[in-house]
């Protein structure tokens, strides 16, 4: 079974930064592709930037260069750097996990984590 637990999420002032971990625990023997999504109150939950296992990623053009995604490996961590943080990046910040890859194959999976609130004040 695997769990995931996102850290990092505080209040912070527009233009400063922020940075998320996401800790990922189980299947010991595989790597995942795993993304950071978010949920403002009232919106859709939106993509924000994802990696697969073996580093490739994605990042939606809002971030426009402000985020990075990144991961330790050998700690089945993932980050996501926020810096130039604007009042509408403030939502509640998930990760997910959309597949994982085993010695034994790879499995479609749809796993979220509990989220980590990032405020910003103007």
């Known amino acids: 079974r695997v769990q995931l637990v996102e850290s990092g999420g505080g209040s912070v002032q527009a233009g400063g930064s922020l940075t998320l971990s996401c800790a990922a625990s189980g299947y010991n023997y595989c790597r995942f592709d795993m993304s950071w999504y978010r949920q403002a109150p009232g919106k859709e939950r939106e993509f924000v930037s994802g990696?697969?296992?073996?580093?490739?990623?994605t990042t939606a053009d809002f971030v426009e260069g402000r985020f990075t995604i990144s991961q330790d490996a050998a700690k089945r961590t993932l980050y996501l750097q926020m810096n130039s943080l604007k009042p509408e990046d403030a939502a509640m910040y998930y990760c997910?996990?959309?597949?994982?890859?085993?010695?034994?194959?790879?499995?479609?999976?749809?796993?979220w984590g509990k989220g980590t609130l990032v405020t910003i004040s103007s």
């Open positions: 990696m697969d296992s073996v580093g490739e990623k």
């Open positions: 997910k996990i959309s597949r994982r890859v085993c010695p034994y194959g790879n499995t479609a999976m749809e796993y």
